[in-house]
């Protein structure tokens, strides 16, 4: 949780209509943005998946690339998100259990950079995203309890903001 002073919303013009931020005059610098979350769910769910026996083949693998692949296709996603030149992006997940963690499921942490105007936290929280909806989405069929929760930008460097480190 924050506790800097609310700003404007930059997303807003001066009538209060949406539109896409200008970053034209902005100095292209390297930004990195990591996010994290994770996916909550049965012991039985958790276990399936770290055999590698779930019906739908490699859980793990299979949400990594859909993350990848989202951090790539924010901008399709997100309507006043910049379309970037990601330059990095890197998904890990893995499985965890109540006694090392205090949950059975799986944790997502994503990392995405750029050489650019403008940050790459959008994509990193996209990746983390999709990638914990692909668990959700491969092991429904035996729970559909599941959920993902704690989704949140841990890191984000560069640009005229700086850094900024979540608690």
């Keep these: 949780m924050t506790t800097s002073p609310p700003q ?3 997303h807003f013009d001066a009538q209060g209509h949406a539109h896409m931020v200008d970053v034209g005059d902005k100095a292209a610098t390297r930004r990195q943005a990591i996010a994290s979350g994770r996916i909550e769910m049965l012991p039985a ?3 399936l998946i770290a055999s590698g026996s779930a019906k739908k ?5 299979v949400a990594r690339l859909a993350g990848i692949m989202a951090a790539k296709k924010t901008s399709e996603l997100i309507p006043l998100c910049h379309p970037l030149a990601l330059s990095h992006v890197a998904v890990s997940l893995g499985v965890v259990d109540a006694a090392s ?3 059975d499921g799986v944790s997502c942490t994503a990392t995405v950079e750029t050489t650019g105007p403008t940050g790459v936290e959008m994509e990193a929280l996209t990746a983390v995203q999709v990638a914990l909806l692909t668990v959700y989405d491969m092991c429904k069929a035996v729970d559909r309890g599941m959920t993902i929760t704690d989704v949140k ?6 640009g005229k903001s700086g850094s900024f480190v979540n608690g």
Excluded: I, M, N, Y
């Design 57 to 61: 083949g490699d859980v793990l693998g």
């Design 8 to 10: 404007s919303l930059t």
């Design 45 to 47: 769910t958790r276990a």
């Design 153 to 158: 930008l841990l890191e984000k460097h560069g």
């Design 101 to 103: 963690a205090g949950f």
